[in-house]
């Protein structure tokens, strides 16, 4: 009796996702290709999970946005990912490796309220911020350094007020020297959190220009992103997130109204999702 | 008096008052420098836990030497003792605050005392063990300069050198560090061990400062002049310079203050030169001072009020309100029975115009810039260039009897 097989193993044992899952990440076939991928990725407060068993895939040169209701864990999942945050279970990968290994790849533009904004600083000491990796512990700030500051600050318009301390500037001001900051680092992958939160509508489109250029040159865009009504026209790729993963793929085929409706619940009325312009 | 005061000021007033110089403006550098990240990383009062904690550790240190034999006095060896502790404290703070839902505030205020507590009880306990050779350690509380010596002044230039060597390392993913957290972690920055090496750097100007300015007032070591400082400058990089000076100089006018009578404590007076630098500073700096803050609002009141009359003289209105009468009638733009004056009828119209400039301006110019700075009291002519009023003007197609000033 012992040697007949039981048809439900059997079926197991012959389904490529089941036997998939045993292999080593090395040879998970999402990985390679990816620009970020995340596997199992779980965040906790206490015990109240706010991110849970969170596996995504990034495609390299795509825009990607994270969306969901609020408290879904979308910062939460991203500063995780970064590892500001622990972890309670599960990695990233950037380019296929290990993310602690490419952190030269990434860049990061934090919530513009994660700081305080009297910091002693001008515009310019900011976006020098993002060199300093280059730069070292020691190493002067050579002219090179001070012309590319300044470029950067060029790319998002905001290359007049080098020299103002950051308190002076407007919210989408900030954001602008925040992303400036981000372009210095010449990273492969930009990774925002909230970029268009509270800004005027000429950062929004200066934001939004940078970061489409950011694409065009084959780098990899992932916003944490509220705004419904723009994911269509700003982003090709999106994750949906509730506490867990909801759905990812591309906006054409992912972004649609039974997702959203899965994603915020009763939080979004149906009129709200017949109003987005989705095709 | 004063000869006192410059004999210690060149360095003339003995042997024992030019170490006490020397190490305390070396000291009040170290102290500055290494207050300056605390300070831009808003976590100023952990070194007053620090500095507590060290008393327990000194006493500590004093009964075992005592106990193996030796001098209980050691200078080195009651230093390692306090640095011990002050580690300990260090390491409580940052654990109750990463392990239970604690603010650092509420762990700071428990560890602090207990320590000192614990510091105290050694000290009586101290007292009744062996007489007579206790008798330095009072002056670890508040410090004391009598009887410096030379290895004294030799340990502060070399751990206030080593403190200001890391601090100058370290610099970048410190600033990095104090200003945005998040980021630094984002691009490997190992931002527990920065934050660590800067409490590290704390810990040792606490411990060499110990003997000098004593643990109770040492923060203000630390901390007052890069307070100072934030008054003078908008560049975390200057604060550095600023705080480092300012300490250094209260250190060296401190001590010739002190010079200048019998028995004056030279770290309270250190700690009160500092203060002296705090309060000039709150006062007169022109950006961030009270003062300038203070006159920047009236001026600014005025001109809301010279505002708002002139728009009444030119709608004909009837200005009522007193502060407004009394603001026009000072500016000479209306009489005692509140009748406008020639020039109150060609500013009142200038107002009028450059009301219309700004409204046609938002249509004409598409920069968003210039509104910012736009707050409907700055002269039309100090934000937009000549050029840019003509084509208003231009555009508006008013008559222009009341040419601007710039003009004419």
């Not at chain 1, 400036?180 to 950062?203: I, K, M, N």
């Not at chain 2, 306090?82 to 605050?97: E, F, P, Q």
Request: with cysteine; net charge positive; proline share 4%.
């Amino acid at each position: 009796m012992t040697t007949t097989t039981h048809p439900a193993l059997e079926l197991a044992a012959s389904d490529g996702r089941t036997a998939d899952s045993d292999k080593d990440v090395d040879r998970d076939a999402g990985l390679a290709g990816s620009a970020l991928a995340v596997r199992g990725l779980t965040v906790s407060y206490g015990t109240k999970p706010a991110v849970f068993s969170i596996d995504a895939t990034v495609p390299k040169a795509s825009m990607t946005a994270i969306v969901g209701p609020n408290g879904a864990g979308k910062s939460t999942f991203l500063k995780a990912v970064l590892g500001i945050i622990p972890r309670l279970s599960g990695a990233a990968y950037v380019d296929g490796k290990p993310l602690e290994t490419m952190r030269r790849a990434i860049a990061y533009v934090p919530q513009r309220a994660s700081v305080d904004w009297d910091f002693p600083t001008r515009v310019r000491d900011v976006v020098t911020m993002g060199q300093f990796r280059g730069l070292g512990l020691l190493g002067f700030i050579r002219p090179a350094h001070r012309k590319k500051t300044l470029d950067c600050l060029e790319r998002v318009g905001m290359a007049d007020f080098a020299d103002r301390q950051i308190g002076q500037l407007s919210g989408g001001q900030q954001q602008r020297v925040f992303l400036a900051r981000a372009l210095a680092q010449d990273a492969g992958l930009y990774l925002l959190d909230e970029p268009f939160a509270g800004v005027d509508a000429a950062t929004e489109k200066a934001i939004i220009d940078v970061l489409k250029g950011l694409k065009a040159e084959g780098k990899t865009v992932v916003c944490v992103h509220h705004d419904l009504a723009t994911v269509t026209d700003y982003f090709d790729h999106v994750l949906m997130l509730n506490i867990r993963k909801i759905a990812e793929g591309p906006v054409s085929t992912t972004f649609t109204g039974p997702m959203l409706q899965e994603t915020y619940g009763g939080r979004l009325a149906t009129a709200h999702i017949d109003q987005l312009k989705l095709d | 008096m004063l000869s006192a005061f410059l004999d210690a000021l060149t360095l003339q007033a003995g042997y024992n008052a030019a170490l006490v110089s020397v190490g305390a403006t070396l000291l009040g550098i170290a102290g500055g420098c290494a207050g300056c990240f605390l300070f831009l990383r808003k976590r100023t009062l952990v070194s007053d836990a620090v500095a507590h904690a060290t008393l327990p550790g000194v006493c500590f240190a004093f009964i075992l030497m005592v106990f193996l034999g030796g001098d209980g006095r050691n200078l080195v060896g009651l230093l390692t003792g306090s640095a011990v502790t002050a580690g300990l404290g260090l390491l409580t703070v940052d654990w109750i605050t990463r392990k239970t839902r604690l603010s650092e505030d509420a762990a700071i205020g428990a560890v602090l005392s207990v320590f000192f507590g614990l510091g105290v009880v050694l000290l009586t306990v101290i007292q009744t063990l062996s007489h007579g050779k206790q008798a330095g350690l009072e002056g670890f509380l508040l410090g004391s300069t009598a009887g410096m010596l030379f290895q004294d002044a030799v340990i502060i230039a070399v751990g206030g050198a080593l403190s200001t060597a890391i601090i100058l390392v370290l610099r970048r993913p410190m600033t990095l560090v104090a200003f945005d957290p998040e980021y630094a972690g984002a691009t490997g920055v190992p931002v527990r061990l920065i934050d660590l090496a800067m409490m590290g750097v704390v810990m040792m100007v606490t411990v060499v400062g110990l003997k000098l300015v004593g643990l109770i007032l040492i923060v203000s070591s630390l901390i007052i002049p890069s307070v100072s400082a934030r008054f003078w400058t908008d560049r975390s990089d200057r604060l550095l310079v600023i705080a480092a000076f300012t300490g250094g100089l209260a250190g060296y006018l401190g001590t010739a203050v002190s010079a200048t009578a019998p028995n004056l404590p030279t770290g309270p007076i250190i700690v009160l030169v500092n203060f002296a630098f705090f309060s000039i500073s709150m006062l007169l700096s022109p950006k961030r001072g009270v003062l300038a803050a203070f006159l920047r609002h009236r001026k600014f009141q005025a001109d809301v009020h010279l505002h708002q009359g002139l728009t009444s003289l030119a709608r004909g209105e009837t200005i009522r309100e007193p502060l407004t009468q009394k603001m026009m009638r000072r500016a000479g733009y209306i009489r005692e029975d509140l009748v406008a004056t020639g020039k109150g009828r060609a500013a009142a119209a200038k107002t009028v115009l450059d009301e219309a400039r700004w409204a046609k301006a938002r249509q004409i110019i598409q920069d968003e810039a210039i509104f910012a700075s736009y707050d409907g009291l700055t002269p039309i002519e100090a934000v937009l260039t000549r050029d840019q009023i003509r084509d208003i003007d231009a555009a508006l197609g008013a008559p222009s009897p009341l040419s601007s000033p710039a003009e004419g």
